[in-house]
């Protein structure tokens, strides 16, 4: 479903048949991480129960139907608690789930340079903290959890080894981060509109790449965090399908305003931005997202 900050979340759509009761979050979440063996990233972070599946014209679940009503209805998922004690994120929109999964006696640390945004709830502290510049406490978290953070900062190797520093021994870092190198255009409504795509996406690049960001930093996130020491790497990479009706193709779109003057100085004129819009609002664009790795390591526990 869409979200403002982080472009789409987990949601489950669940219907059920005449005189069954639907099953709580808590129940759907055990079932999909216990019977399932989903990871804990995969797990929804919202749940909508309905009559009856929308159906398309030709009989199958319409996905954009679906989509739309999630985000006029769902509410938010609460996973049975299974997540370890004492967390610290630095990404407001991630901290909704984790500070219910800690138990009665943990506690998840939310920061930000802007926390404004962050609802309060209970086992949530919320802190104003710049990653880069300010304090953190060392030895401290059972997880440190950080989205799409790293990717912009060009200090990521040096807020990296903080956040290790951070983790009490045995402690696990999460990084969700973005390879922006990767995503060709699958259908486009013809040749020039490809090349119009395939220059928005160089242009975007450039200047990611201006800004200090490190655009494949998703795929070089493993390799990073071995170095810094942490053990049991495990990199998982996600793709999806993006067509008009995407939430990152939304997103994408939003950059073209937002950004327009560092596209404009990367070479793109004013007309190339407005028929970037216009194709990415064809119902016939087809592109395969960029690649989002879910990375996980363990701060090693002191031999004796």
């Excluded at 669940?14 to 759907?28: E, F, I, K, N, Y």
């Excluded at 804990?40 to 030709?58: A, F, M, N, S």
């Excluded at 909704?96 to 926390?115: N, Q, Y």
């Excluded at 996406?201 to 493993?222: C, E, F, Q, S």
Aim: proline fraction near 12%; hydrophobic fraction near 40%.
């Amino acid at each position: 479903m869409p979200d403002p900050d982080l472009g789409e979340r987990v949601c489950a759509c669940v219907a059920v048949s005449d005189g069954v009761p639907p099953p709580t979050p808590a129940q759907l979440t055990t079932y999909l991480r216990d019977e399932r063996r989903l990871e804990p990233r995969e797990l929804p972070e919202h749940y909508l129960v309905l009559p009856e599946l929308p159906l398309g014209p030709t009989g199958k679940v319409c996905a954009a139907t679906l989509v739309r009503m999630a985000a006029e209805s769902a509410v938010p998922a609460r996973p049975v608690p299974h997540a370890p004690p004492t967390e610290e994120t630095s990404v407001p929109p991630t901290t909704e789930t984790p500070a219910r999964r800690v138990g009665p006696t943990g506690t998840v640390v939310a920061t930000d340079i802007k926390p404004e945004r962050i609802p309060d709830e209970p086992g949530l502290e919320i802190r104003r903290h710049d990653i880069v510049r300010d304090p953190l406490p060392e030895a401290e978290f059972d997880l440190v959890h950080a989205r799409l953070v790293l990717l912009h900062l060009p200090e990521r190797v040096a807020v990296l080894d903080r956040l290790v520093r951070a983790l009490k021994p045995g402690g696990v870092l999460q990084l969700d981060e973005f390879d922006i190198t990767y995503g060709p255009a699958l259908l486009m409504p013809d040749p020039a509109a490809r090349r119009l795509y395939e220059t928005f996406l160089a242009a975007k690049i450039r200047l990611m790449t201006r800004a200090g960001a490190d655009v494949a930093w998703g795929r070089n996130a493993p390799a990073a965090m071995r170095a810094a020491g942490l053990t049991g790497i495990d990199p998982r990479p996600r793709l999806d399908l993006w067509t008009a009706d995407s939430p990152g193709v939304h997103l994408i779109s939003h950059h073209t305003r937002h950004l327009r003057d560092r596209f404009v100085e990367e070479g793109m004129t004013d007309r190339q931005l407005a028929d970037v819009r216009t194709l990415l609002a064809d119902p016939g664009f087809r592109a395969t997202s960029c690649v989002m790795y879910s990375v996980q390591g363990r701060r090693p526990v002191a031999a004796g």
